[in-house]
């Protein structure tokens, strides 16, 4: 891999987030033409009330907006992660066994579900309220929507371009520690809300640590699904039958599952290992993955 100057390292890591964030804008930004010229010719309103109109409809139909412009950016980003992973070492035991991906699976349903506990339990929401408007835009759309949004489209698009590109862009010049706790931050500020950032950056160091034992892209993939999954199931079951869970239920399951698959996943499944000179143009201390394939 060629070495750079660091304002073009800079630039390397950034741009993929200016892509990223310019894709939802110039969606929202043409949805709402669209939306505004259909709400004229069906309603005939005045410009006022078009912008009242215009603003419920983004609300109830944000979903979609992320959804398109999710589809577009997998598709972008999935052929500049082509041309990246060409350049970088090899590594034996990368395949995804149905071990893993169970305990990783486990693993963050479960930490999904400690957190919203955690959540609920310490009213941490009365000091973010800006976090109300984002988690009815999530609430937003049918449960196939917020399925192929959030639970599928989301977590590829986002783990592509934080943990296949952005992280291994920072680890071609910087120290691993250090590249896990820069990327995650700026996965953390992609989402736009303080406390989705918060813990949004949590995230992102636990994704990259098994990104970078399993040296495969799929695993934080997987493991980004299950999290957001877990809670639109979740949300879908209370609002269906109505039901009050009890935090304290949630909780002590939620904690001792997510530590008891963490447990096995360090000690019952084998680490990606380097091939030796695999590659001899990248740096092998810092560039971390090859992929390998879900078997």
Known sequence: MPEY????????????LLIFLGMSFVVIFFGSIIASVVIVLRDGIDP????????????????????????????????????????LPNYDNTKANILTITLTVLAFVGLNYFLVSIFEITN???????????????????????????????????????????LNRLLAWMPKVVAVLVGSALFGLIHFNLLQSLYAFVLGIAFSLIYLRNRNLWIPIIAHMAFNLANVILTEIIEMTGAEI??????????????????????????????????????????PLSEGQVQ
């Open 5 to 16: 100057s660091i304002p073009r390292q800079i630039w390397r890591v950034i741009y993929p």
């Open 48 to 87: 006022d009330a078009v912008a009242q109109a215009l603003a419920s409809f983004i609300l109830e139909y944000g979903l979609w907006f992320d959804l398109v412009s999710s589809v577009l950016l997998i598709i972008l980003f999935a052929l500049m992660w082509r041309k990246i992973r060409l350049k």
């Open 124 to 166: 941490l929401m009365q000091y973010f309220p800006s976090y109300d408007e984002i988690a009815e835009i999530l609430g937003s759309g049918s449960f196939l929507v917020r399925i192929l949004a959030l639970g599928i489209a989301a977590p590829i698009v986002e783990e592509i371009v934080c943990r296949g590109i952005i």
């Open 246 to 287: 009890s935090v304290w239920i949630l909780l002590i399951p939620s904690t001792l599952v997510t530590a008891l698959c963490v447990l096995l996943l360090v000690k019952r499944t084998t680490a990606a290992t380097l091939v030796t000179n695999s590659n001899p143009e990248t740096d092998a201390n810092n560039v």
